[in-house]
């Protein structure tokens, strides 16, 4: 405003190149300053170089305006801050399902495409957030195809390594006409060209690559996008650095420990809406904070649950089932002597350490819970020697026996061999394994052959393998040790239970009696319930919240 008067940054340049003095804005005569009017540019053009929060500018403009007298007068408008930077300027006009697709997409997925595209006609970037098994990745191509019908050619999608054979998968089932490429370091275009409708890379490569931030991306899709819920990594810093007129994060969890991570998704798709990382402070440390942080995100978010039969009806249940488990004497010594060996490190070192050595006590703790042999990195895995493996050996032979097929989930994979080992003694017959050393082209083949009936078991590792595969073979999943987190846990147990399972899952979670692992189990509810206040992933970091000694109490043997 300059003399009360909205003035454009095209008419205060032009005023300066008149003479100073009386001039008409908007048939008004007002006293041009030319020292005024440079004054009021360059805090124009500051405010909106940094424009990223809507808070920020109010605080600059305010932090401008200090002990300044005779200064125009900058007004910040929320509802033109929103309009502009959400394209909200422009009508939109629905455009129809692609053919290709309408035979291919469920009531539920049509409603993805609907809003996906809306969002994308308004430049809106969104979370897909449908429960692990709904696809969201038919649902995406279904709007890729879309943009290509629109001459929109120009998609990058950043994927874990262990989700490209998913991808080139998904694209040759649904959509075999489209185009792509796997960027591979080797094989980039020059510099701002594409030689594929889709680009498919790797968070890992993105990182490396140089190519990526050279291009105006169409769109811009992440998949398992908790990959950059931590801000200060440098993958995240990377990622934010890629230009899109359309971003759209995907993940079936995006929030798996804490509020920080939703925050750290949302400026990559919609920068500045929820303020700082320290304004957005203000929606953890508060229910009514909660309530208000719903309602800003939900226009943003997608998600649907398939508990919930208005979505999906032909899907069967999910029984979950905790094993509790005995230790064995060996395992209740050496449980007792760690806790033991701890407690007398407590008593010899600085406060502030104590927490750092319960955190790693718990990890041996942790195996000494699956078995002794792991905890001491020697000796015979035998399953007189862990109430766990006796549990699997009791479970396996009935799964065989009824013809069925069980994946097993672990955190450890130094102990999968030996998982591997009692599972074929059980089933009589060779299964297989995955974990963080499988190429790409071994986990497809070891994936088709399970759903193909020629592997009656997996043993997986839980960070390795826990997302983006498709198992619907399995008719039960074994969590063998807990995480420290459901969604997660939720999302192994998922690759079971999804679209084109035909039969009831069965998940089988173990817990040791009397240890941390009870603590655990309690710990994961009491989040679960918690989450369905905002997303239903949300948990809260309960563990390194605790007090050293509360940490101490959580361990100790109880039995």
């Given at each position: 405003?300059?003399?009360?008067?909205?003035?454009?940054?095209?008419?205060?340049?032009?005023?300066?190149?008149?003479?100073?003095?009386?001039?008409?804005?908007?048939?008004?005569?007002?006293d041009?300053?030319?020292?005024?009017?440079?004054?009021?540019?360059?805090?124009?053009?500051?405010?909106?170089?940094?424009?990223?929060?809507?808070?920020?500018?109010?605080?600059?403009?305010?932090?401008?305006?200090?002990?300044?007298?005779?200064?125009?007068?900058?007004?910040?408008?929320?509802?033109?801050?929103?309009?502009q930077?959400?394209?909200?300027?422009h009508?939109?006009?629905?455009?129809?399902?692609?053919?290709?697709f309408?035979?291919?997409?469920?009531?539920?997925q049509?409603?993805?495409?609907?809003?996906?595209?809306?969002?994308?006609q308004?430049?809106?970037?969104?979370?897909l957030?449908?429960?692990?098994?709904?696809?969201?990745?038919?649902?995406?191509?279904?709007?890729?195809?879309?943009?290509?019908?629109?001459?929109?050619?120009?998609?990058?999608?950043?994927?874990?390594?262990?989700?490209?054979?998913?991808?080139?998968?998904?694209?040759?089932?649904?959509?075999?006409?489209?185009?792509?490429?796997?960027?591979?370091?080797?094989?980039?275009?020059?510099?701002?060209?594409?030689?594929?409708?889709?680009?498919?890379v790797?968070?890992?490569?993105?990182?490396?690559?140089?190519?990526?931030?050279?291009?105006?991306?169409?769109?811009?899709?992440?998949?398992?996008?908790?990959?950059?819920?931590?801000?200060?990594?440098q993958?995240?810093?990377?990622?934010?650095?890629?230009?899109?007129?359309?971003?759209?994060?995907?993940?079936?969890t995006?929030?798996?420990?804490?509020?920080?991570?939703?925050?750290?998704?949302?400026?990559?798709?919609?920068?500045?809406?929820?303020?700082?990382?320290?304004?957005?402070?203000?929606?953890?440390?508060?229910?009514?904070?909660?309530?208000?942080?719903?309602?800003?995100?939900?226009?943003f978010?997608?998600?649907?649950?398939?508990?919930?039969?208005?979505?999906?009806?032909?899907?069967?249940?999910?029984?979950?089932?905790?094993?509790?488990?005995?230790?064995?004497?060996?395992?209740?010594?050496l449980?007792?002597?760690?806790?033991?060996?701890?407690?007398?490190?407590l008593?010899?070192?600085?406060?502030?350490?104590?927490?750092?050595?319960?955190?790693?006590?718990?990890t041996?703790?942790?195996?000494?819970?699956?078995?002794?042999?792991?905890?001491?990195?020697?000796?015979?895995?035998?399953?007189?020697?862990?109430?766990?493996?006796?549990?699997?050996?009791?479970?396996?032979?009935?799964?065989?026996?009824?013809?069925?097929?069980?994946?097993?989930?672990?955190?450890?994979?130094?102990?999968i061999?030996?998982?591997?080992?009692?599972?074929?003694?059980?089933?009589?017959?060779?299964?297989?394994?995955?974990?963080?050393?499988?190429?790409?082209?071994?986990?497809?083949k070891?994936?088709?052959?399970?759903?193909?009936?020629?592997?009656?078991?997996?043993?997986?590792?839980?960070?390795?393998?826990?997302?983006?595969?498709?198992?619907?073979?399995?008719?039960?999943?074994?969590?063998?040790?807990?995480?420290?987190?459901?969604?997660?846990?939720?999302?192994?147990?998922?690759?079971?239970?999804?679209?084109?399972?035909?039969?009831d899952?069965?998940?089988?979670?173990?817990?040791?009696?009397?240890?941390?692992?009870?603590?655990?189990?309690?710990?994961?509810?009491?989040k679960?319930?918690?989450?369905?206040?905002?997303?239903?992933?949300?948990?809260?970091?309960?563990?390194?919240?605790?007090?050293?000694?509360?940490?101490?109490?959580?361990?100790?043997?109880?039995?």
């Amino acid at each position: 405003m300059y003399h009360d008067q909205p003035i454009t940054e095209e008419e205060a340049k032009a005023l300066l190149e008149r003479d100073e003095g009386y001039q008409k804005i908007n048939n008004r005569w007002v006293d041009a300053s030319h020292a005024q009017l440079t004054t009021l540019l360059e805090r124009f053009q500051k405010l909106r170089e940094s424009g990223q929060s809507l808070s920020t500018l109010f605080a600059m403009q305010s932090e401008g305006a200090d002990g300044e007298e005779d200064i125009p007068e900058l007004e910040i408008s929320y509802e033109d801050w929103i309009t502009q930077r959400c394209g909200l300027n422009h009508p939109v006009e629905p455009n129809l399902l692609p053919p290709g697709f309408d035979p291919v997409l469920r009531p539920y997925q049509k409603q993805a495409y609907s809003w996906l595209d809306r969002m994308e006609q308004h430049h809106l970037g969104v979370i897909l957030a449908d429960d692990m098994g709904l696809g969201k990745t038919v649902e995406i191509l279904s709007q890729i195809e879309n943009m290509r019908n629109h001459n929109k050619k120009k998609i990058l999608i950043v994927v874990p390594a262990t989700l490209v054979g998913n991808w080139v998968a998904e694209i040759r089932k649904f959509a075999p006409w489209m185009s792509y490429t796997i960027l591979d370091g080797k094989n980039e275009p020059p510099e701002g060209q594409v030689n594929s409708l889709i680009t498919l890379v790797t968070y890992q490569k993105c990182l490396r690559s140089n190519y990526v931030t050279t291009v105006h991306w169409d769109c811009i899709i992440l998949d398992e996008a908790q990959a950059i819920k931590n801000p200060q990594a440098q993958q995240t810093k990377k990622v934010k650095q890629l230009n899109a007129d359309f971003k759209v994060a995907l993940t079936g969890t995006p929030i798996e420990n804490n509020l920080g991570e939703l925050w750290s998704i949302f400026d990559f798709i919609n920068p500045g809406l929820l303020g700082t990382r320290d304004e957005f402070s203000y929606f953890k440390n508060n229910a009514e904070g909660l309530t208000q942080l719903k309602q800003i995100i939900s226009p943003f978010v997608m998600r649907r649950m398939k508990t919930d039969k208005t979505i999906i009806s032909d899907l069967p249940e999910k029984n979950e089932i905790e094993v509790h488990v005995d230790l064995s004497k060996e395992q209740v010594v050496l449980y007792r002597k760690e806790v033991e060996n701890l407690e007398k490190t407590l008593r010899e070192i600085p406060a502030f350490q104590a927490k750092f050595h319960i955190l790693a006590a718990i990890t041996k703790i942790k195996q000494i819970c699956n078995h002794p042999a792991q905890f001491q990195k020697t000796g015979e895995y035998s399953v007189s020697r862990s109430g766990k493996f006796a549990a699997l050996r009791d479970i396996a032979p009935t799964i065989a026996e009824n013809d069925q097929k069980v994946i097993v989930f672990t955190q450890f994979a130094q102990i999968i061999p030996a998982l591997v080992a009692l599972l074929e003694k059980e089933f009589k017959q060779k299964g297989a394994s995955i974990d963080g050393s499988t190429s790409t082209k071994a986990r497809m083949k070891i994936v088709e052959d399970f759903q193909n009936g020629k592997l009656p078991f997996l043993v997986l590792s839980l960070k390795t393998a826990g997302v983006g595969l498709n198992l619907t073979a399995a008719q039960n999943v074994i969590h063998f040790d807990r995480w420290w987190n459901p969604a997660v846990e939720n999302q192994a147990s998922d690759r079971a239970f999804r679209i084109g399972q035909k039969n009831d899952v069965t998940v089988y979670k173990f817990v040791s009696t009397n240890t941390i692992e009870e603590v655990i189990s309690t710990m994961l509810a009491q989040k679960q319930d918690l989450a369905d206040q905002v997303i239903n992933d949300l948990d809260a970091e309960k563990l390194t919240e605790l007090t050293p000694e509360e940490l101490m109490r959580a361990i100790q043997w109880r039995g």
